[in-house]
């Protein structure tokens, strides 16, 4: 069974950098074709794709936010890390982490995680 | 960046009810598409995958179409409990999500 879970600081205050885990279970981030990506959602809005690591170290960031954000890995612990700087009040929404399979992206989703950004 | 255009961005049917989506793409995606189901406070569900692939257990009542720019989002008999917003989201390059469609009962 495949499951997901994000975690972090709910609040964090502007300029500042978030760091978000996403830990996961039932699967290997070193197995092939496996990737495990970030989404984020704006309360009231539209979800945002943000980053995307894959199990051979592959990288894919959002063109928009690339220059703000940093995904890594630690097989070993089943864990994807998640970093953005320069936190803003519009970067306040809901974190998701989600399991992508070659060929079937976002198949399943952690819970997600609501950040918010306030002084 | 590939835009994504979904309409309606909000629609009320009864139970019963044929419920169509659309969502274009700004080029060409070939059929790397899914549709998710988003309930009011949690995560998103995969429905469809690859435009036109049912996820396992999903009802046969939901369905997708199309390859190309242009793709469609079906349900064929609405159900109280399909009350929710529906994304697509394209795959073929750096991923990228419709606005979303809020789907209520009439």
């Known amino acids: 069974q495949i499951t997901l879970k994000e975690s972090g600081p709910t609040l964090v205050k502007p300029t500042q950098t978030l760091t978000l885990t996403c830990t996961f279970s039932?699967?290997?981030?070193?197995?092939?074709?496996?990737?495990v990506g970030w989404i984020r959602q704006p309360p009231g809005k539209a979800l945002e794709w943000l980053a995307l690591?894959?199990?051979?170290?592959?990288?894919r960031y959002s063109p928009s936010l690339k220059s703000r954000l940093t995904i890594t890995k630690d097989t070993s612990k089943n864990q994807v890390v998640l970093t953005m700087t320069n936190m803003d009040p519009v970067d306040t929404a809901t974190y998701y982490c989600?399991?992508?399979?070659?060929?079937?992206?976002?198949?399943?989703w952690g819970q997600g995680t609501l950040v918010t950004v306030s002084s | 960046d590939i835009q994504m255009t979904q309409s309606p961005s909000s629609l009320s049917a009864s139970v019963g009810d044929r419920v169509t989506i659309t969502c274009q793409a700004s080029?060409?995606?070939?059929?790397?598409l899914n549709w998710y189901q988003q309930k009011p406070g949690k995560a998103p569900k995969l429905l469809i995958y690859?435009?036109?692939n049912l996820e396992t257990g999903v009802p046969s009542r939901f369905s997708g179409s199309g390859s190309g720019t242009d793709f469609t989002f079906t349900i064929s008999s609405l159900q109280p409990e399909d009350i929710a917003t529906y994304y697509c989201?394209?795959?073929?390059?750096?991923?990228?999500f419709g606005g979303g469609t809020k789907v209520e009962i009439k």
């Open positions: 989201q394209q795959y073929d390059n750096l991923p990228t």
């Open positions: 989600a399991h992508s399979l070659s060929g079937v992206m976002n198949d399943y």
């Open positions: 039932g699967f290997s981030l070193s197995t092939s074709g496996v990737g």
């Open positions: 690859d435009a036109s």
């Open positions: 080029q060409d995606i070939s059929n790397y």
């Open positions: 690591i894959y199990w051979d170290d592959d990288k």
